[in-house]
C-alpha cells in the first residue's frame, strides 16, 4: 500500500476514539467494528480491502469441543499503535494447542493514526472488561496474553481482578513497566501544546507510522496505575513475561525487578540478552539477542511478536520500510517457551 502523506491521516475519523459498544455478544462487537474501520480508513480503495480490515479487526476463533470437555480461552491484546495482526502468530500456535482464541482492537487503533490524538487508556480497559465479561460467562479457564502496551492491560486487569475465578494466567512481551524514552513523564504537559511527536508516512496498513504525544502519555499513565497496584495488590495468577535488553522503548531492568518480586513457582520469565545476566532464579531463561542472519541485528521492541515467516514483516513479507529487525529470529523459542508455560499450569 502506497500513499502521500496526506493530512487527513492525522485527524480524528470521528468513529474510532472510544469503546461506545452497547452490546454484549462477542460477534457483534466483531461486525461493528469491522464497521466502523471500513468507514475511517482511507486505504480501501485496492483489492486489498478485506485483507486490511481483516488484519486490523477483533476476531474470535472458538474451539469445537467434546461434552464435558474443559472449555479454555486466550484473548489477545496488541500493543500501541498495533493491531490485532501483531499477535495472531501466536493465536494460531494457541489454537492448535487447544485453545479458542480472541482477539480485540483497543480504541484508537486501526484505523487513522488522529483516532489517537484523544483516546484515553480508560478506553482500552472498558474494551478489554467487556471481551472478559463475556468469555467468563462461556468458557472455564482464561489466559490473557498481551503485547507491549497490551502486557501493561494484561497486568493492570489482573491486580484490579485479583479473585476472578477463571483467570489462570498472563502471557506479557515486553510490557512498558517503565518506559525508557525520558520525555514520557513529560508527555501529558506536552500532549495540550505538541500533538504529535512525530509524524510519518502512513504506508503500514498494520500499525501506526505517526506517534501521538497523547497516547504516549495514555501509556505513562496506566505505567503509574500499575506501577501504583504492584506495590498495594498481589498478582495471584502466573506470569509468563519476555523481553529484550536491547529494547529502546521498554526497560527490560523494571520487567526483570517486578519479575523478581513474585514468588509465583510456575512464573516463566525468557529474556533476549547480549550480555550473559547469570541469574539464580532458575524461573528465568537467557537467549542470544543478536542474531547474525540475515544481517547481525539485535532484537529490539517491534520485532518480538513476529515470526521469520510471517507473512507482513519476515524474511519474504511485504513490508521493508523500516531498517530495524523487523521479527524474531528466536521466535520458535518464544513459542516453545510459552507453550511449555501453558501445559505446567
Not at 479454555?72 to 492448535?96: C, M, N, T, V, W
Not at 532464579?281 to 520485532?303: M, V
Request: aromatic letters at 12%; proline letters at 6%; charged letters at 20%.
Amino acid at each position: 500500500m502506497k500513499n502521500h502523506k496526506d493530512e487527513r491521516f492525522y485527524k480524528p475519523s470521528g468513529y474510532n476514539d472510544r469503546f461506545d459498544f452497547l452490546g454484549n455478544d462477542f460477534e457483534d462487537y466483531i461486525d461493528e467494528t469491522r464497521r466502523k474501520i471500513h468507514l475511517a480508513r482511507l486505504d480501501l480503495n485496492t483489492d486489498q480491502t478485506e485483507k486490511i480490515i481483516d488484519a486490523n479487526s477483533p476476531f474470535a476463533w472458538k474451539q469445537t469441543l467434546t461434552p464435558g470437555e474443559k472449555s479454555r480461552a486466550i484473548l489477545l491484546i496488541h500493543g500501541l499503535y498495533d493491531s490485532p495482526f501483531s499477535l495472531k502468530e501466536l493465536g494460531h500456535s494457541f489454537y492448535q494447542q487447544g485453545f479458542s482464541v480472541y482477539g480485540i482492537l483497543l480504541p484508537g487503533h486501526g484505523t487513522l493514526a488522529g483516532d489517537l490524538l484523544n483516546t484515553h487508556h480508560s478506553e482500552w480497559q472498558k474494551t478489554l472488561n467487556f471481551a472478559m465479561l463475556y468469555l467468563e460467562k462461556i468458557v472455564d479457564e482464561i489466559i490473557l496474553c498481551g503485547f507491549s502496551t497490551g502486557g501493561l492491560l494484561c497486568i493492570d486487569y489482573a491486580l484490579a481482578h485479583s479473585k476472578s475465578p477463571k483467570l489462570k494466567a498472563l502471557i506479557t512481551l515486553a510490557p512498558p513497566l517503565r518506559i525508557r524514552n525520558c520525555f514520557a513523564p513529560l508527555s501529558p504537559a506536552m500532549a495540550r501544546l505538541r500533538p504529535w511527536f512525530g509524524q510519518n508516512l502512513e504506508n503500514n496498513y498494520v500499525k501506526y507510522r505517526s506517534f501521538s504525544t497523547c497516547s504516549i502519555a495514555q501509556v505513562y499513565h496506566l505505567s503509574q496505575i500499575v506501577q501504583k497496584n504492584r506495590v498495594q495488590k498481589n498478582l495471584n495468577c502466573p506470569l509468563f513475561i519476555s523481553v529484550s535488553t536491547a529494547d529502546q522503548i521498554v526497560s527490560a531492568k523494571e520487567c526483570l525487578k517486578y519479575f523478581k518480586t513474585l514468588a509465583h513457582p510456575k512464573n516463566r520469565c525468557l529474556v533476549y540478552t547480549q550480555d550473559p545476566l547469570n541469574d539464580p532464579d532458575t524461573r528465568i531463561k537467557e537467549l542470544n539477542a543478536l542474531f547474525s542472519k540475515p544481517l547481525p541485528n539485535l532484537l529490539q521492541h517491534n520485532g518480538l511478536p513476529f515470526s521469520p515467516e510471517n507473512a507482513h514483516y519476515g524474511l519474504q513479507g511485504d513490508y521493508t520500510e523500516d531498517q530495524e529487525l523487523l521479527y524474531n529470529p528466536g521466535f520458535s523459542d518464544l513459542e516453545a517457551e510459552i507453550k511449555m508455560f501453558l501445559e505446567n499450569l
